[in-house]
T-cell receptor, first 112, second 116 residues
Framework: SQKIEQNSEALNIQEGKTATLTCNYT??????LQWYRQDPGRGPVFLLL?????KEKRKERLKVTFDTTLKQSLFHITASQPADSATYLC???????????FGPGTRLSVLP | NAGVTQTPKFQVLKTGQSMTLQCAQD?????MSWYRQDPGMGLRLIHY???????DQGEVPNGYNVSRSTTEDFPLRLLSAAPSQTSVYFC???????????????FGPGTRLTVL
C-alpha cells in the first residue's frame, strides 16, 4: 500500500541547534517532493521543493535532501530559533500525477 | 490579492443538518481542492477540480458534494452532517495539477467544523 511517514510526531530541540525532520514514502514514484510549514490555526505554507534529480536544495537556513533510492527526504533547519516552532509537512504528487499527498506532519518545538 | 479565502472560520452543526463551506481564490488558478485535517492523519483530499465545470473525487469523498461554476469559487457541501465529519477543512488552489508542473498549493485559513 502507499504510505507517507514522517519520523516523529513531535521533536524538541534547543535554540541554535540544527533540526532534522524525516519524510519516508512507500510505493510512490514522485518526480518531486515539497515541504510546507503549518502554524496552529492556519493553513500550510509552502517552503521548498526538490526534484528527483536534485540531491540537495537550500533556502536561507533551510536545507532539503531527496534520496529516491532510500525513498526519503530530510528537512534541516540550521541555527534554529523559537520562531521556527511549527508543524512541518512533506507532500508529493500521487502516481497518477493528479494530486498532492501529504504526510502526517512533525511538530517542531525550538526551546529558548 | 486576498489569496484563498474560506468562510466560515468556525461552525457547529447538529447531526443531520446541511451546510456549505465557502472557498474563493483571486489568483486565477485552475486547480482547486478541499482537504480535511484530523489529528495524526495529515491532510486528506476530499474533492478537487481542474477547472470550471469539472470536479472529481479524492481519497475521502463520501458525505460531501462540490461544484465549480466559476474559476474563483469552489464550495463544499455537507448534505447530512455526521459526527465523523468533525474536522478542520482546508481549501487550496494552484495554477495546475500536482503532476503537470512543479506548482505549489496555496491554502486558505481553514474552517473548524464540529458536528454534535
Amino acid at each position: 500500500s502507499q504510505k507517507i511517514e514522517q519520523n516523529s510526531e513531535a521533536l524538541n530541540i534547543q535554540e541554535g541547534k540544527t533540526a532534522t525532520l524525516t519524510c519516508n514514502y512507500t510505493n510512490y514514484s514522485p518526480a518531486y517532493l515539497q515541504w510546507y510549514r503549518q502554524d496552529p490555526g492556519r493553513g500550510p505554507v509552502f517552503l521548498l521543493l526538490i526534484r528527483e534529480n536534485e540531491k540537495e536544495k537550500r533556502k536561507e537556513r533551510l536545507k532539503v535532501t531527496f534520496d529516491t533510492t532510500l525513498k526519503q527526504s530530510l528537512f534541516h533547519i540550521t541555527a534554529s530559533q523559537p520562531a521556527d516552532s511549527a508543524t512541518y509537512l512533506c507532500a508529493l504528487a500521487d502516481n497518477y500525477g493528479q494530486n498532492f499527498v501529504f504526510g502526517p506532519g512533525t511538530r517542531l518545538s525550538v526551546l529558548p | 490579492n486576498a489569496g484563498v479565502t474560506q468562510t466560515p472560520k468556525f461552525q457547529v452543526l447538529k447531526t443531520g443538518q446541511s451546510m456549505t463551506l465557502q472557498c474563493a481564490q483571486d489568483m486565477n488558478h485552475e486547480y482547486m481542492s478541499w482537504y480535511r485535517q484530523d489529528p495524526g492523519m495529515g491532510l486528506r483530499l476530499i474533492h478537487y477540480s481542474v477547472g470550471a465545470g469539472i470536479t472529481d473525487q479524492g481519497e475521502v469523498p463520501n458525505g460531501y458534494n462540490v461544484s465549480r461554476s466559476t474559476t474563483e469559487d469552489f464550495p463544499l457541501r455537507l448534505l447530512s452532517a455526521a459526527p465523523s465529519q468533525t474536522s478542520v477543512y482546508f481549501c487550496a488552489s494552484s495554477y495546475s495539477q500536482a503532476g503537470a508542473s512543479t506548482d505549489t498549493q496555496y491554502f486558505g485559513p481553514g474552517t473548524r467544523l464540529t458536528v454534535l
